[in-house]
T-cell receptor, first 115, second 114 residues
Framework: NAGVTQTPKFQVLKTGQSMTLQCAQDMNHEYMSWYRQDPGMGLRLIHYSVGAGITDQGEVPNGYNVSRSTTEDFPLRLLSAAPSQTSVYFC??????????????FGPGTRLTVT | QQQVKQSPQSLIVQKGGISIINCAYENTAFDYFPWYQQFPGKGPALLIAIRPDVSEKKEGRFTISFNKSAKQFSLHIMDSQPGDSATYFCAASMGGTSYGKLTFGQGTILTVHP
């Protein structure tokens, strides 16, 4: 299993440009999430999905769109990039495990810079 | 609003010592409290987790202590090793379909000197 994969690893955008961060998992996990990581702020949830066709907003959803058409893929779209969206983005997947195990598996991250 | 507060921001420990990282939460609906470990350039990885029905959980050198009445929980790393040098995050989530919606603390950079 490849686990959770993210592309690209690095990206530089100009203000106002749009792009899609890709996330895929091959573990048949129902739950998928997008987080952003900024220095001194930990990771903050952007969007969340509990299955194909079902998404929910997290703590910092503004400026980001998601959709979940398949179990495997959960792309994150930036419609009009802003410098405040410069961050490291992590995708994660999880499933309800045995005996209360709720481990989330994180991808390697995408480092995005908006100039 | 930071619902999970973590301290200290950074921690330096000698090899063989005990590392202690503390977290406090506000939302009493939180039902799941994991700790994640992150190495530079990598995604976080689950280290250990606890539910509020127990006060302590131990896995090898790592122990979570949980105080429900004080709304606090902590990570203890016994016999700390240089390989433990990483950033540690506490987190919390509610139950049901929301367990995957983690609220993270700010992170603690741990350095273990040989």
């Amino acid at each position: 299993n490849a686990g959770v994969t993210q592309t690209p690893k690095f990206q530089v955008l100009k203000t106002g440009q749009s792009m899609t961060l890709q996330c895929a998992q091959d573990m048949n996990h129902e739950y998928m999430s997008w987080y952003r990581q900024d220095p001194g702020m930990g990771l903050r949830l952007i969007h969340y999905s509990v299955g194909a066709g079902i998404t929910d907003q997290g703590e910092v959803p503004n400026g980001y769109n998601v959709s979940r058409s398949t179990t495997e893929d959960f792309p994150l779209r930036l419609l009009s990039a802003a410098p405040s969206q410069t961050s490291v983005y992590f995708c994660a997947s999880s499933y309800p495990g045995l005996a209360g195990s709720y481990e989330q598996y994180f991808g390697p991250g995408t480092r995005l810079t908006v100039t | 609003q930071q619902q999970v507060k973590q301290s200290p921001q950074s921690l330096i420990v000698q090899k063989g010592g005990i590392s202690i990282i503390n977290c406090a939460y506000e939302n009493t609906a939180f039902d799941y409290f994991p700790w994640y470990q992150q190495f530079p350039g990598k995604g976080p990885a689950l280290l250990i987790a606890i539910r509020p029905d127990v006060s302590e959980k131990k896995e090898g050198r790592f122990t979570i202590s949980f105080n429900k009445s004080a709304k606090q929980f902590s990570l203890h790393i016994m016999d700390s090793q240089p390989g433990d040098s990483a950033t540690y995050f506490c987190a919390a989530s509610m139950g049901g379909t929301s367990y995957g919606k983690l609220t993270f603390g700010q992170g603690t950079i741990l350095t273990v000197h040989p």
